[in-house]
C-alpha cells in the first residue's frame, strides 16, 4: 500500500513570504501529526489532526498553522516566513487515536527560506 | 513540558561489536517509548518500541530496556553491521498525545 506521501519534496521561500505543505496518509489512517527536523534542535512537535480537529499543538508561535480534510489529507502553513524557518518538515500518520503509536513518517518537504 | 535527553550524540564502532544509547525522560507519566532509525536523506522508521509495563523488549540484534524508577530508556544493537550506520532517535510519549524526541545518535560502524 502506498506510504505517507508530502509535497513538494523541496521548497525555497523569500523571508516574508508564506508556504503551504500537503501530506496524505496511509489509506485508513486518521490521525496526522507534523514534526519540524532542524540539525540544532532535532524533531519538534508541531501539531496533531483527527478526523479534521486538531487535538494537540506544540509550542510554535502563530505563524504556524495547519488542518485536516474529511479525507485525512492534511496541510500545513507558515506564514511571514523568516529564516530559522528553514528545516525539514516532517509528517506522520497513524491508524488509531493512539497519536504516535507505530507512526509512518514521511519523506518530509525540505523548507530553504533565504 | 516533557524533555528528553539522548546520550552519546555520536557514537563509532567496528563491525560486530555491540552499540548503546541511552535516553532519560522527565515525566514520569510517559508510558511510550520508540526508537526511530533515520538513513542520511531519508525518513524516520520505527525500529522498536516498548509501552512502560513491559521492561524488556528484543527483536533480532535489537533491544530496548526500560527502567520506569530511574526514568530512562536503552537501545542495544548486537553484531552491528555497516548497514546500521544511521542516525537513531529516542521519544517518549505521555497517554499518546505526541512524541517528544531526544536529539539523536549518530552511530557510525565501521567495516
Known amino acids: 500500500k502506498a506510504g505517507v506521501t508530502q509535497t513538494p519534496r523541496y521548497l525555497i521561500k523569500t523571508r516574508g513570504q508564506q508556504v503551504t505543505l500537503s501530506c496524505s496518509p496511509i489509506?485508513?489512517?486518521?490521525?496526522v501529526s507534523w514534526y519540524q527536523q532542524t540539525p540544532g534542535q532535532g524533531l519538534q512537535f508541531l501539531f496533531e489532526?483527527?478526523?479534521?480537529?486538531?487535538?494537540n499543538k506544540g509550542n510554535f508561535p502563530g505563524r504556524f498553522s495547519g488542518r485536516q480534510f474529511s479525507n485525512s489529507r492534511s496541510e500545513m502553513n507558515v506564514s511571514t516566513l523568516e529564516l530559522g524557518d528553514s528545516a525539514l518538515y516532517l509528517c506522520?500518520?497513524?491508524?488509531?487515536?493512539?497519536?504516535?503509536?507505530?507512526?509512518?513518517f514521511g519523506s518530509g518537504t525540505r523548507l530553504t527560506v533565504v | 513540558g516533557e524533555n528528553v535527553e539522548q546520550h552519546p550524540s555520536t557514537l563509532s564502532v567496528q563491525e560486530g561489536d555491540s552499540a548503546v544509547i541511552k535516553c532519560t525522560y522527565s515525566?514520569?507519566?510517559?508510558?511510550?517509548f520508540p526508537w526511530y532509525k533515520q538513513e542520511l536523506g531519508k525518513r524516520p522508521q520505527l525500529i522498536i518500541d516498548?509501552?512502560?509495563?513491559?521492561g524488556e523488549k528484543k527483536d533480532q540484534r535489537i533491544a530496548v530496556t526500560l527502567n520506569k524508577t530511574a526514568k530512562h530508556f536503552s537501545l542495544h544493537i548486537t553484531e552491528t553491521q555497516p548497514e546500521d550506520s544511521a542516525v537513531y532517535f529516542c521519544?517518549?510519549?505521555?497517554?499518546?498525545?505526541?512524541?517528544?524526541f531526544g536529539t539523536g545518535t549518530r552511530l557510525l560502524v565501521s567495516p
Open positions: 506522520a500518520s497513524s491508524f488509531g487515536t493512539q497519536v504516535g503509536y507505530g507512526y509512518t
Open positions: 489509506s485508513g489512517h486518521r490521525s
Open positions: 489532526y483527527f478526523s479534521e480537529t486538531q487535538r
Open positions: 515525566d514520569s507519566a510517559s508510558n511510550y
Open positions: 516498548i509501552r512502560s509495563n513491559v
Open positions: 521519544a517518549a510519549s505521555k497517554s499518546f498525545q505526541k512524541l517528544v
